[in-house]
Each structure stands twice: as C-alpha cells, then as structure tokens.
C-alpha cells in the first residue's frame, strides 16, 4: 500500500510538470505567433497612413498650384523639402505654430496664407493623433507615418536642367527603411511619386 501511495505521487507529480511544460510551449508558440503576425499587420497599416498621407499631398501640391501658378520650390536637399510643404501647405510661413494673417508685422505675405493642408499647424497638429508634424530645431516639419522626414524636391519651372525624376515634382518616403538616403538601403520600401 505505501508502494502504490508513492507511485501514485510520482505519477501525479509527472502530470503536473507534463502539463506545466505542455502550458509553457503552448503559450510561447502563441506569443510567437501573435508577435510574429502583429508586424506585418502594423507594417501594412502605416503604409497605407502613409499612401493616404501622399495622396492628400499630391491634392494639396495640385490646389496649390492651381491657385499661385507653381509648386512650392525646394531644389536644395530633400529633408528641407519637409520644412517648405509645412510652411506652404500650413499657412505658417513665420513659423510661430499658428496660421499666419495676411500680414505679419511688415512683411505681406504673397501666397495670401491660405491653407492647404488643414491641421498642420503646430497649434493644432501636436494633438493631432497622426503625427504628422514635428518640431525640429525650433522649425516645423512634415514626417511620414513613420516619423521619418517626407522627402520634397521641386525646381523653378524655368529651370532647364532638372534633378528631379518627374517633371514636376518628386514626393517620397523612406517607408521605415533605414535613413541611409546615400547608399539608398531598403528602397523597395520606399513610397515615391515616380514608380
């Protein structure tokens, strides 16, 4: 009777440690599993919040150009590019956070400070759940879904020889991709206006 006492110890003892052991392997393969799917839904999601971004700005870019007769120029360096479609598409050229006047100070301002873009003041946009501005060095401007810098480049149309790939002007995103913008890593991951 003691023998079958102990055996039946042993047995219960090997059940419980069998079934901890099945509940650990289990939930890893759930966490593994739950981990492993949740990037490329998460990943999926903000490419589409980030081709939504570019066709807003595709139809602001367009609204803007119908009513100034050219595009906001930028054919410096592409990240600067984020800094000009804030203060265009804004209507914050002083770059105070706020919608400017018609005149600030003695300056008047030719664009006519209309916005373009609603919500990218800074007033408004720091609450704004999107993210789609950012203050950079006491300056604001437009980042992707990612929280990368949209990348803008537009030259004078008079300008005969262009860099830009479209004869108008290029938009793009590193889509997350390492910001490594010279060796141009991951550009299958980028988001463009000209593919």
């Not at 392997?25 to 589409?48: C, M, R, S, T």
């Not at 120029?73 to 105070?96: H, I, Q, T």
């Not at 810098?149 to 300008?159: H, S, T």
Request: negative net charge; proline residues 3%.
């Amino acid at each position: 009777m003691n023998a079958n006492k102990k055996r039946d110890g042993v047995k219960k003892g090997a059940e419980f440690w069998g079934k901890f052991f099945a509940a650990i392997v289990l939930f890893a393969v759930l966490l593994w599993l739950a981990l492993g799917f949740y990037h490329p839904i998460g990943d999926y999601l903000e490419k589409q919040r980030a081709a939504l971004l570019y066709k807003e700005l595709t139809l602001d870019l367009s609204s803007y150009k119908l009513e100034n007769g050219w595009y906001p120029v930028n054919s410096g360096d592409e990240k600067e590019g984020a800094f000009v479609l804030y203060k265009y598409l804004s209507g914050d050229f002083d770059e105070d956070g706020a919608v400017d006047s018609e005149t600030a100070g003695n300056k008047v301002y030719m664009e006519g400070n209309k916005v373009y873009m609603e919500g990218l003041d800074w007033n408004t946009a720091k609450n704004d759940p999107l993210k789609r501005v950012r203050k950079i060095g006491g300056r604001f401007a437009l980042i992707d879904p990612y929280g990368d810098l949209i990348r803008y480049r537009c030259e004078p149309e008079e300008q005969e020889k262009r860099s830009t790939r479209n004869p108008t002007y290029d938009l793009w995103s590193l889509g997350g991709a390492e910001s490594d913008a010279d060796t141009m890593s991951n550009r299958s991951r980028w988001l463009t206006n000209w593919d």
